[in-house]
């Protein structure tokens, strides 16, 4: 299995910006896809954003676009999570994770296999 270390949480206030890390402890080459999810307390754990790895196509939920870029350093075997413009809403704790389900959907928390221990992000108004 591939071991997942996020980074990057905090707090700060409303608009603005933390860039979460998510280290990966193999080449991400080898991953199908890769995805951003969060859960607030009370609430069911979210997919925020998503990476294909053989086409790097990114996509998003309605909530975050425009706000947030997910990105891939493949060198580093590193994924990231830009986010900016934070809202009060967007507290949460953020968790990386990786799928190699054929025909697997970025925004399915079942169709990934590796998962990180996550990360807090809390945006105060």
């Known amino acids: 299995r591939v071991q997942l270390v996020e980074s990057g949480g905090g707090s700060v206030q409303a608009g603005g910006s933390l860039r979460l890390s998510c280290a990966a402890s193999?080449?991400?080459?080898?991953?199908?896809?890769m995805g951003w999810f969060r859960q607030a307390p009370g609430k069911e754990r979210e997919g925020v954003a998503g990476?294909?790895?053989?086409?790097?196509?990114?996509y998003y939920v309605d909530s975050v676009k425009g706000r947030f870029t997910i990105s891939q350093d493949n060198a580093n075997k590193t994924m990231y999570l830009q986010m900016n413009s934070l809202k009060p809403e967007d507290t949460a704790m953020y968790y990386c994770?990786?799928?190699?389900?054929?025909?697997?959907?970025?925004?399915?928390?079942?169709?990934?296999?590796?998962w990180g221990q996550g990360t807090q992000v809390t945006v105060s108004s």
């Open positions: 994770a990786a799928g190699y389900r054929f025909g697997g959907r970025w925004y399915r928390e079942n169709d990934y296999r590796d």
């Open positions: 193999t080449d991400t080459y080898s991953i199908g896809y």
């Open positions: 990476v294909y790895t053989t086409d790097g196509s990114t």
